[in-house]
């Protein structure tokens, strides 16, 4: 026998490493060696809501006007008969706003949403910080002045289709008061002075419409 004879099995190992590394050399990298891929963005980016200017009316601007300088009055009163009086004259720079107790689109923002335990509304609507013009609660209070929406109007179904935070704009009328001109629900004169909700019957609430 020749010794520089190959043996079969030898040739079978030689020819098997040659075949991986064949298959190594062909396989195709997953990326370029240095490059990022690019991934798509986990969820779109939505346009921007235009935003709706609404203007104020100019007897709503006079009655936040006088409301919070009433605010302010009280607040810094040297003393407890020095804050009574502050109210007296916020009911008459109130007055002077408010030549009549019905107001026709003035502006604001929902601040309560809710329905009693007959399921009628309750709404709150903010005009500006700290002031709010609202329905009663309950049945018991509104038993004299029915502020309270009835499910079954018309009024009931636009309201509660809304939000709490909506712009919205809203007629309707307050109530008379010899206090403080027109009806606020507080239970003490701090409330009443530097956080006021004011007793409103609505008659018509709507979202400003787009130009």
Sequence with gaps: MSPYRTSPSLLACIFAILA????????APSSAPGTSQTQAP??????????VEVP????????????QQGQAAFRSAPNEMAQGGTRSKRRIAICQSLPQISVSAWVGRIDTLSSNSDGKGVLEISLAPDIRVKTWNNDFSDSASHTLI???????GIVSQMRKGDQVVFSGAFFPSDVDCVTETSMSLQ???????????FLSVNTPRTK
């Excluded at 991986?20 to 396989?27: R, T, V, Y």
């Excluded at 986990?42 to 935003?51: D, F, G, I, T, Y």
């Excluded at 009443?192 to 004011?198: A, I, K, L, Y």
């Design 150 to 156: 009835d499910p079954s109007s018309s009024l009931f």
């Design 42 to 51: 986990s969820s779109s980016v939505l346009p921007a809501v235009a935003r």
């Design 56 to 67: 104020i009316p100019a007897n709503e601007k006079e009655f936040i006007l006088a409301v």
């Design 191 to 201: 409330g009443s002075m530097t956080d006021p909700e004011f007793l409103f019957r």
């Design 20 to 27: 991986i590394g064949s298959c190594d050399d062909n396989q």
